[in-house]
């Protein structure tokens, strides 16, 4: 009787430890999926977090970062990490008009004269609010990244929105962006990243708006004759975590893995700002591609087009919330 009860405890003992086992198996695995090059903000942000998280963690935690559309594109990332095959990533925020229409916010042409505005409206109460606008789909935002603000690249030079007329140029998956090249007479395709290059390069497309670092590290300006430096637009990202995933991690590793991001995204913002003038010139020096500066009357021109989409979209994201970002400009002045 002793020994039977001896033997099965063992047996429970043993099944025990076996169910165990995989979670003592090895550390936990962040696959990081990304869709541009490492020698941008994002790619040096995402490579921070994992050097950061080696240091401080050790054989707890292994961030493994795909860059390049390498594991998932645009369209598939926020699926395959609410299914569990990727943990982290870094949309722009363009890229979560299926999950919510608060963040098309930041799409709207002309909203933010410089960085700093941005960082004034992401820091207080309504952009830290948006953050959670996920949160219903099972995702959790857990911090902005900056790339920079976004410039016009054509096959002909664009001084006017009149020259924009009739050319097909490539958006991401945003209904604003959408609207805005419309707005212009233009054609908007929503296309994946990866596939933008070759679509300038065959001509399929005539025109893309992207930051200068995305221009020079997948080398646009190599077959766009022509940029506009408009700054009309904002290319910025929300790092994002599923819900499950990371309310189940102990709270120990969850914290350490916050403070490693912060300070990743504080790297990467740097990183962004630096490219956002370094990239420019070497694109300049490369003298594969013109410059186009706006005269005052110009860039007036461009506002003058595209702001009108702002009223379109009211209705979706508030206009308590546009006022707050809008709002963000004068703050500084
Ligand atoms: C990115 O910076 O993540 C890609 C931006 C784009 O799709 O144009």
């Known amino acids: ?79 395959a990490m609410l299914l569990g095959d990727v943990q982290m990533a870094a949309p722009s925020l363009s890229k979560f008009s299926r999950y919510t229409r ?26 830290q609010k948006l953050l959670q606008s996920v949160s219903s789909k099972g995702l959790i935002g857990l911090g902005y990244l900056h790339n920079g603000l976004k410039q016009l690249s054509a096959s002909k030079p664009l001084r006017v929105p009149a020259d924009a007329r009739g050319l097909k140029f490539r958006i991401m998956s945003s209904d604003v962006l959408a609207a805005q090249f419309k707005a212009l007479g233009a054609t908007p395709l929503k296309k994946p990243f990866s596939e933008v290059f070759t679509l300038l390069q065959t001509r399929a497309i005539d025109g893309q708006e992207n930051t200068w670092s995305n221009i020079y590290s997948k080398k646009f300006y190599e077959v766009q004759p022509y ?3 408009s700054n009309h637009g904002l290319l910025d990202y929300m790092v994002v975590t599923s819900a499950e995933f990371w309310n189940g991690l102990p709270a120990d590793v969850r914290s350490g893995l916050e403070s490693a991001l912060r300070e990743a995204i504080a790297f990467g913002n740097q990183v962004a700002a630096d490219k956002a003038k370094s990239d420019k010139q070497k694109i300049i020096d490369s003298r594969r591609s013109e410059i186009i500066e706006l005269t005052p009357a110009e860039r007036a021109q461009w506002v003058e087009v595209m702001k009108p989409v702002w009223k379109q979209f009211e209705g979706e994201i508030g206009k308590e919330l546009i006022d707050a970002a809008y709002g963000a400009n004068q703050a500084g002045k």
């Open 1 to 79: 009787m002793f020994g039977k009860l001896t033997t099965t405890l063992t047996a429970i003992g043993l099944s025990a430890l076996l169910l165990a086992a995989p979670a003592l198996a090895g550390p936990i695995v962040i696959k990081f999926s990304h869709v541009v090059a490492e020698n941008t903000p994002k790619g040096q942000m995402a490579n921070k977090f994992r050097d950061l998280v080696k240091e401080r963690l050790g054989d707890k935690v292994l961030v493994e970062v795909y860059p390049n559309s390498q594991l998932f594109g645009d369209n598939k990332v926020l699926e």
């Open 227 to 229: 940029i506009t430096e």
């Open 102 to 127: 608060k963040l098309q916010l930041y799409d709207l042409p002309f909203l933010f004269e410089n960085m700093d505005a941005v960082d004034r409206f992401q820091h207080g109460p309504y952009g």
